[in-house]
């Protein structure tokens, strides 16, 4: 099943003075920003997450922008270029785009590409396509002319293949349209003519596409509101010939063939569709994910102010213009198969949990390699005929990069390994990432000295492992006091066992010193407090201290922001009471206290506003508080009662659950009013009168 979550503006500002409002919506090389280019004059840069501006540029008043701008992922600068011919360069630190680097090249351009793992590529409107490197070493060089006369790029997709770039882009001239595929490890350039209806002549298709192993698989909307399908090779057999693709039927009717303007399409893995426009049976747009291989309407939403026809994804986000306004909506695509496609799945997963399984299959999983020679094939499914195939097996990627782990430097790994995980996602993902963890843990073992903490970082980040698929790497984290990982760990495996839990509690309650020296060397995720918020004070304040009273409590943070984050990891993560009683025993009476002082600190800040919510990005509920304070207390109140540090904090907590018995008690005796009162009005409702009271409650 797919799902469509709820929208949430980007920009709740008009964008642009142009006709599409935006030229482009661009990631940047920093995680969750997006660099977004109006029709006019503007590049802004935005967090997602944060709904707010980064950053924002304009060119000079009569100087308009005329391709999105790109961020360059080698060097983290952006690039973009108006009046066609002049190409801008800057960073974050730069103000003023006129100050900033530029370049007046020789022919006019169509669009800057630029994708993770190669450097930005510069496609100019005849088709030829320059490195930037070389085009900045001569920008008046001059640029042949690929394309023939009047014939004009309409649509193009910059991507790898097998860790080549390749660059696919159609032409239209005179009705007839075209698809050109360069390949920039070959140089080889080759033209497809496309087989489009007769009625479709007049009308501009949309168009998008994916890599599926050797073919560039093409889709596009047609007039009738149908999308088809055509099959490009990526390595043609004959580079000379103007060959003719021909194409066939995907899904039937998905808009209304009426619709002129306000469709696109946008593939978002190899069996999800994004479509953007009318309904057959509707006027008004609507946003749609379709199940192109059971050929099934997943979900949609409407959008009754409209939209101008463009549609962009990155990660699990789609961008778009509702209105005047860009709006984002976070999606989700679970693995296809029948169950899902006719929506007889079961959901078990809370809200926001990622889609892919967090548990090992055993079936497919084999120790630290795969059996890929027996996976690689099902997996190559091909939906209307059979391609004939090399007679020499590939090596998959995955037994590549373990070959790699076995013997090469962690610099070379970590290289190879964001190669791999940014090709396409299998529906066996997970155990794939399972298995590299294994190995990179196995070699650790083996050799005390490798630890290739950015490696196993990057696999954490993925959401895709779990603990029963690597049970060695929160031991390794726990060993090399890495509490960052452990950190991620927390938060995103859901089968940690209670004593792993404990074992990181004991390290994140571990004595100053050693939270001086993390602070030091290790970005924890401040998830609980911000440094600069007033709520956390002095990191060195002891644990005996002795407030006067709650309201000298409440205004300082037992613990330093860093560790507050790493004991809300523990408060968030999954437990059965009976298995992690024993394990809390364990834990010294000093951790214990302080952990106790942390916990009535959150609990007295939750307690001074009903609707007051804790700063952070994942700060603990009061319900995790208190089911933490009386975990704790069952545990270990033997011990705490015999620690003269602990006394006041346990005279704190009896008058304040004293005080709340009275609050609960008063709020029953008014429930109990409200319901007796409920039934004098029913009875009187029964006797068909109309009477007016006023009620005091004193």
Known sequence: MAALEEEFTLSAVALGAGPDGVLGVEPSDKTDQFLVTDSSRTVILYKVSDQKPLGSWSVKQGQIITCPAVCNFQTGEYIVVHDNKVLRIWNNEDVNLDKVFKATLSAEVYRIHSIQGTEPVVQFKEGAVRGLEALLAEPQQKIETVISDEEVIKWTKFFMVFRHPALIFITEKHGSYFAYVQMFNSQNLSKYTLSLGKEEKCITPNFTAYVDRKFISLMSISSDGCIYESLIPVYPSDTEKNQRVVRSQLLKAVVSGSSRTGVALTVLDQDHIAVLGPPVPASKDCLSIWNIKFQTLQTSKELPQGSSGQLWYYGENLFMLHGKVLTVIPYKCEVSSLAGALGKLKHSQDPGTHTIPHFVNWETSQGYGLGSQNSEPSRRILRRKKVEVSSQPEVPASEQLLSIIKKDSEKHIEVELRKFLAVKWTPDFHTLVGDIVSGLLGRCKAEPSFYPRNCLMQLIQTHTLSYSLCPGLMEIALEKTDVQMLQLCLQQFPDIPESVTCACLKLFLSDTKQDEKMEEQTEILQNGFNPENGNCGNCNQEVNEKPQNAMEETASCPVTPKRAALLNAILHSAYSEIFLL?????????????????????????????????????????????????????????????????????????????????????????????????????????????????????
């Open 582 to 698: 024993p394990h809390l025993k364990d834990i010294p009476a000093q951790h214990t206290t302080l952990f106790l002082q942390y916990l009535y600190f959150l609990y007295l800040k939750c307690s001074e506003n009903a609707t007051m919510t804790l700063p952070g990005i994942h700060p603990p509920t009061l319900s995790q508080i208190m089911d933490w304070i009386c975990l704790l207390l069952d545990a270990n109140f033997t011990v705490v009662v015999m620690i003269p540090e602990a006394k006041r904090l346990l005279i704190n907590l009896y008058k304040f659950v004293k005080s709340q018995i009275c609050v609960y008690s008063e709020l029953n005796k008014i429930e109990v009013s409200f319901r007796e009162l409920q039934k004098l009005n029913q009875e009187k409702n029964n006797r068909g009168l109309y009477s007016i009271e006023v009620l005091e409650l004193f």
